[in-house]
């Protein structure tokens, strides 16, 4: 069946959540959303565009930093309501320099940072 | 830092995404949604529970089903909207009778599935 950005289920804002993973060593990097056209323009360029709520804009990974995300696969889950985009990320995927958003553990009820921003 | 629910950045409707990855394998498993003391509750009970949106009720993962997730190590992304739980989880995730949610691919254009229901 031909895929369809049109058939997944969207938000109120016209947006649905993709997980970003490592397509080599399975680290989840990063969550952000995504609008029908930023699907196909993933799709389209290989390159791993969001949709910005805060800019209101396209958000083409690593435009501006450098650190792209280049899309292996993406797939689709049960509900049609949320993404999973294995990628290949050059550096950091996350805005504070580490490679992935999900730094922080909560351990015994405490905050634990488990890693650095790359050098 | 003492880790409270309530410092994390919820929706308009009280929620943030959780993602679950198997804890061993990497593979994520599903996303769901969670509120303050959905999150409470998960990291006081080490079962992962999410806030179902269809029946505006709490939903512990496997309490009907028994497919069971347990807690292994819940993460918060750098903007604190966003978890990521580790987890041990017993059968499929997926209501499919899945292991994953997220079985089915884009392929040059195509959606293909890539794994059957669990026996």
């Not at 083409?60 to 309501?81: A, F, I, W, Y």
């Not at 958003?101 to 905050?111: K, L, S």
Request: hydrophobic content about 45%; glycine content about 6%; aromatic content about 8%.
């Amino acid at each position: 069946m031909p895929f369809d950005p049109a058939t997944l289920k969207y938000d109120a804002a016209g947006l649905v959540p993709c997980v970003a993973q490592d397509a080599v060593s399975g680290e989840v990097l990063m969550v952000a959303w995504m609008n029908a056209a930023a699907v196909a323009r993933t799709l389209e360029t290989g390159r791993v565009t969001y949709w910005s709520r805060s800019r209101a804009a396209f958000w083409v990974k690593g435009e501006t930093s450098g650190h792209h995300q280049r899309l292996v696969e993406l797939r689709v889950d049960c509900d049609r309501d949320c993404l999973l985009a294995l990628v290949e990320q050059e550096g950091p995927a996350c805005h504070t320099n580490r490679r992935s958003c999900f730094y922080t553990a909560v351990r015994a009820g405490e905050e634990v940072i488990l890693s650095e921003p790359m050098a």
